[in-house]
């Protein structure tokens, strides 16, 4: 069965990802290819209840790191099974922002929790779903927290951590990256957004030539 392309985008807070997905969706579509764009937590009705909870709800102030844990991996094996998958198996080129890598940083590392339990969890939640490739927008935990900082607007739940929590996830993303280097991608975040949009589209028609020649 031909299979889409999965295409997954990492980083911390501030790192730019909105605007390269955008990019890249554009890209793709007018080479022909159906994107299917979609986030996490969210992405289903059931997922963006959840969102809603974890980030902007005053109930999720309260969440212990353990609840935060479950309710990720809910949202994401419903995105899964409900988005993902059906996608795939439709020849779609599916981009997410954010994937099972940021639960094992945000709560495996940034939350300290036990890294076994975090791999179990994710792996229950996505089965063999996992990205085709994932790029990691790496920038200083300094400098992302200066730009949340200088956002418009208030800032939800995540981006009110303090420095140290993205210090702690910059460093988790980082170890990931070197522990699957065959996966991940990892790019600069403070180059200009067409540099970025270019080495992403570079890294695709190379990795995966035979998808896009097709």
């Known amino acids: ?12 807070e501030g790192c730019g990802k909105s605007t390269q997905i955008r990019l890249l969706a554009s890209w793709l579509r007018e080479r022909g290819h159906e994107a299917v764009l979609t986030r996490e937590p969210g992405g289903t009705p059931a997922g963006d209840a959840i969102r ?26 419903q995105l899964v099974r409900e988005v993902v998958r059906p996608a795939l198996a439709a020849d779609r080129v599916v981009i997410s922002d954010r994937f099972h890598d940021s639960t094992a940083v945000y709560q495996g590392v940034a939350r300290c929790l036990d890294p076994a339990m975090t791999r179990m969890v994710n792996g229950y939640a996505v089965g063999e779903t ?45 170890r990931a990256a ?37």
């Open 52 to 77: 809603q909870l974890l980030q902007h709800a005053p109930e999720g102030h309260g969440l212990v790191p353990e609840a935060e844990l479950f309710l990720f991996a809910a949202s994401r094996a």
């Open 1 to 12: 069965m031909r299979r889409g392309l999965f295409v997954t985008f990492e980083g911390s």
């Open 178 to 214: 070197e522990a699957e280097p065959d996966r991940f991608a990892v790019l600069d975040a403070t180059l200009s957004e067409t540099e970025l949009s270019g080495c992403i589209r570079d890294i695709l028609l190379d990795r995966f030539h035979g998808f896009f020649s097709r």
């Open 130 to 174: 996992v990205p085709d490739v994932t790029f990691l927008l790496d920038m200083d935990a300094r400098e992302a927290f200066g730009r949340l900082h200088r956002r418009e607007g208030g800032r939800d739940r995540m981006e009110s951590e303090p420095l140290a929590f993205y210090e702690a996830v910059r460093d988790g993303y980082c």
